[in-house]
């Protein structure tokens, strides 16, 4: 049963890297696509915690710096969304507790991730932007996140409560 | 600190090293990815993890395409009228055949345009289809497409559509190849002036919409371009990366200054990026492959 929860988890997070990049460039709003990938980690976190979400937020940022179309440094988006999957993690008690809150998690979330991301480009001269542009990206790419949490954190937090292994579950109700 | 008393220690004391532990990961990937330049630890872990999600792109992208030509579809539905009516007297099925001809009627005509292409400059092509994109998040400006090393691509060959330089190949999997468009700002792309043959240096500016432009700095600095002239590849040896006399774009404006040594002109590419679809790669003739070449010997 835990193969079939990890081959779920895999899927989950090949589609959204997928979808990214082959799916939502008919609709981009200036090049900047939805973060799907950045949603399914925090999703992760709310529904299981900082240690899970860094670990799936490593594993997702990877496949983001890995698979084609991708031409940057390795390991960028991988650091962006170890924070965020912990950070999430830190404040999923709060997240959880209502839908609003939950969607404005995602929100700084995708502004922390996008920003580690773009920052980790000047330090390492790679793919850097400038400063316009950056705030620019940002700015379109949080507020396509916050345009899809409402459809995606509630859909996705029942996915995750459903892959949730019992024994976490039964450590909980200590 | 809400959590110390939320949560178990059980499940915050993991936590504390693992978080580090990944930080740490990460930036060992970057470290070992930056530094060692050409040949990097990580191109192999490019290479399976492309030879996997590849062909997934790839299968969504067909999925996907005959939803996304909606307005290309309405264009060509005029003409097709007539057939459409009669076709859906004959049978429900063939109708949803023909809702799909646009798209096929567009891929023809691209199709067309880089057999002419192939003709006209004739290198030999491996015509191929760009399957994704990626996102402005990410700062650099590259596509996949749908041919690869199974097809006679390999990295460094030049890439191009009927309307003039589209990149070069940077990565190459089994059936998918990462694009670099010239536009990405670590573009640079020798081009030569059509007037006067003058050389310079295209360099992309980052923006690959309709404020897509590309700046030449021109190494003879007494030549004075002229607003739209066209630019074309100055080629390299043996053609890589890129060939010659593909055409790049026009010159939109010219600047100096008396304190720069060269001048600077800014060229419009030829090559609309937010419409990519069919696109040719430019292979040594008599590759062999998966995929028929478009050369200028063959008459269709």
Redesign the interface.
């Known amino acids: 049963m835990t193969a079939v929860r990890w081959a779920g988890l895999a899927a989950l997070v090949?589609a959204a890297?997928?979808?990214?990049?082959?799916?939502?460039?008919?609709v981009?709003v200036?090049?900047?696509?939805p973060?799907l990938a950045l949603v399914v980690v925090v999703v992760a976190a709310f529904s299981r915690?900082?240690?899970f979400a860094?670990?799936l937020?490593?594993c997702a940022?990877?496949?983001?710096?890995?698979?084609?179309?991708?031409?940057?440094?390795?390991?960028?988006?991988?650091?962006a969304l170890?924070?965020v999957g912990?950070l999430a993690?830190?404040v999923r008690?709060d997240a959880r507790s209502s839908t609003v809150t939950a969607v404005l998690v995602v929100g700084a979330c995708s502004f922390v991730g996008?920003s580690v991301?773009?920052l980790?480009?000047l330090v390492?001269q790679?793919?850097?932007?400038?400063a316009g542009?950056?705030i620019q990206?940002i700015a379109?790419?949080v507020l396509w996140d916050l345009l899809l949490a409402p459809l995606l954190v509630p859909a996705l937090l029942r996915v995750f409560d459903r892959l949730r292994p019992q024994r976490i579950e039964s450590?909980?109700g200590? | 600190m809400?959590?110390h008393r939320?949560?178990?220690l059980?499940?915050r004391r993991?936590?504390r090293r693992?978080?580090p532990l990944?930080?740490f990961?990460?930036?060992?990937?970057?470290?070992?990815?930056?530094s060692s330049g050409d040949g990097?630890p990580?191109d192999a872990?490019?290479t399976v993890?492309?030879n996997v999600?590849?062909p997934?792109?790839t299968a969504?992208?067909d999925a996907?395409r005959p939803f996304?030509d909606v307005s290309g579809f309405v264009q060509s539905n005029k003409a097709l009228r007539a057939e459409i009516a009669r076709l859906r007297a004959r049978n429900d099925r063939l109708e949803s055949q023909v809702a799909t001809s646009g798209v096929d009627r567009q891929r023809l005509q691209e199709l067309d345009g880089l057999t002419r292409v192939a003709r006209d400059t004739g290198y030999s092509l491996v015509a191929a289809r760009v399957?994704?994109?990626?996102?402005?998040?990410?700062?650099?400006?590259?596509?996949?497409i749908d041919a690869g090393s199974s097809s006679g691509v390999r990295a460094d060959m030049t890439v191009l559509n009927n309307q003039g330089l589209v990149g070069r190949v940077?990565?190459v999997?089994r059936t998918?190849?990462?694009?670099?468009l010239i536009v990405?700002?670590?573009s640079v792309v020798g081009g030569r002036l059509g007037s006067n043959l003058e050389i310079g240096f295209l360099q992309g500016r980052?923006?690959?919409?309709d404020r897509g432009r590309l700046d030449l700095d021109l190494v003879d600095n007494t030549v004075m371009p002229a607003r739209g002239d066209a630019v074309v590849t100055w080629g390299s040896t043996d053609g890589v990366p890129y060939v010659a006399g593909i055409p790049i774009g026009r010159v939109e404006a010219v600047f100096s200054s008396p304190r720069e040594s060269s001048r600077q002109a800014v060229i419009r590419p030829f090559v609309d990026f937010t419409a990519l679809d069919a696109v040719g790669v430019v292979v040594p003739a008599g590759t062999d492959g998966d995929r028929e070449l478009l050369t200028s010997g063959r008459q269709q």
């Open positions: 090949v890297t997928v979808a990214q990049a082959v799916v939502f460039p008919y981009a200036e090049g900047v696509v973060n915690g900082p240690e860094a670990v937020g490593f940022g990877l496949l983001l710096d890995l698979a084609p179309p991708a031409d940057h440094v390795a390991g960028r988006w991988a650091l170890v924070l912990y993690g830190r008690r996008t991301y773009a980790s480009g390492l790679d793919a850097a932007p400038d542009s950056m990206v379109i790419s450590r909980i200590h | 809400h959590g939320g949560d178990g059980g499940e993991p936590s693992v978080v990944l930080l990961a990460a930036l060992t990937v970057m470290t070992l990815d930056a990097s990580l872990a490019r993890v492309g999600v590849g997934v792109e969504t992208a996907v996304s399957v994704a994109r990626g996102p402005s998040q990410s700062f650099s400006h590259t596509v996949t940077t990565r999997t998918t190849a990462t694009v670099l990405d700002r670590d980052g923006e690959e919409d």
